[in-house]
């Protein structure tokens, strides 16, 4: 996780900059220890990208630019679909979204999507039921990869059904709740079996990718991994994807 003292001294030390490299990053670091190891201070460099304090321009020139959040848009079925769940269960948690969202972030483009409505746990039968009851069509309860594979097809606009894990990091965004990036990023990494189009080169392709356009908070998805069981898994990932992207 970032060190704010870091961030402090590096806001002094570059503030009045517009832009500053690679060299002077690694030259700040040894400034405040002589003994500090290279590999040390690639991963502090990425903590500092992946969080937003710093932005890379390019392999060479960095700035302390904030990159932006990343804001889910929702369809209309979505909409709906979260709309009829909160009317029926009033006080529900629960949040919605769609694969289409990582779409910008992949190198192989698929050739489907679905949408996951997430409610908290327990409550995905009578969720589940209550969709059925309301005519809604292509509605899956916690489908295993057959059922994914038979149901799911380009013009689907299937529905996945599934536990909200507690305390997941997730934001309002008018009258519906999404999640925010850290989670995706969690769930992808986590649920091999539900998000298979997005596993090995693409996982790590989109974690790139997501990691240099918006912000993402490590501490929140860190912690959201740990959860999950994830976060050595998960922090191993990161940094063997910083250690290729640096090295």
Sequence with gaps: MVNFLFVKQLRIKFGDTTAFTRAQLYEFFRELDPEVKETTIRWRIYNLKENGIIRAIDKTWFSLVILPPFLPVLENRQKEIFG????????????????????????????????????????????????????????????????????????SDTVVVRPLISKSPVQKKGTYTVPLIEKILVDLYSDTKLFTLFQGSELEFIFNNVLEKYSVNETRMLNYAARRGKKQDLALFIERLTNHSNG
């Design 84 to 155: 009829r769940v909160t009317k029926e269960f009033p006080g529900i948690k629960a949040c919605i979204w769609s694969t289409k969202l990582i779409h910008e972030f992949m190198l192989h483009q698929p050739g489907r999507s679905f949408s996951i409505l997430e409610v908290e746990k327990g409550s995905e039968e009578i969720v589940f039921n209550h969709l059925l009851n309301t005519k809604m069509r292509n509605i899956l309860l916690r489908p295993d990869p057959d059922q994914l594979d038979n149901y799911i097809s380009p013009n």
